[in-house]
């Protein structure tokens, strides 16, 4: 016997079936646009922050560099402020471009993977009556540790 032939008899329960699946998949689909669009706007909210606080580190380091030439310049008594200043943000670049994994790469990946695959609530959350393993060695021992 085919199992589809059963279903393609006309009967209210298949069509009542059918009518599940169609309302199930609908909400299914429902549900997969509002997780898109909440883990899109964090990943936004994430990328505008960080690209705020870019700027404002840009601008923070243009006004202290010009202040550490200002200053390069009254006490050297010389044009070597700009040379030195600029010695400074080559080795502040390779020191950068050395742990740029550690510095950036894998914490941005690590904030995007929480994001994208952070679990469901009910992964989450442990039984009530479940112990932590510190709880499980004490009352081994028979310790009372309340």
């Known amino acids: 016997m085919d199992i589809f032939s059963l279903f393609s008899k006309d009967s209210p329960r298949n069509a009542r079936t059918i ?21 899109s706007a964090q990943l936004l909210s994430v990328i505008l922050s960080m690209l705020i606080v870019v700027v404002c580190a840009l601008a923070v380091l243009i006004y202290l560099s010009s202040a550490l030439i200002s200053w390069l310049t009254l006490a050297l008594n010389a044009g070597w402020a700009y040379t030195i ?37 009910k992964e989450t959350s442990e039984p009530e009556e479940m112990q932590t393993p510190v709880e499980v060695i004490f009352d081994k021992e028979g310790d009372d540790h309340d």
């Not at 199930?24 to 689909?29: E, G, H, I, P, V």
């Not at 080559?90 to 994001?115: G, N």
Request: hydrophobic share 50%; charged share 30%; aromatic share 12%.
């Open 19 to 39: 009518k599940d699946v169609k309302t199930y998949l609908s909400q299914r689909y429902d549900l997969l646009k509002l997780e898109l669009l909440e883990k």
């Open 85 to 121: 200043v600029c010695a400074l943000f080559v080795v502040i670049i390779l020191v950068v471009l050395r742990y740029k994994d550690m510095l950036f790469v894998k914490p941005l990946i690590r904030k995007f993977s929480r994001i994208l695959y952070a679990p469901s609530e």
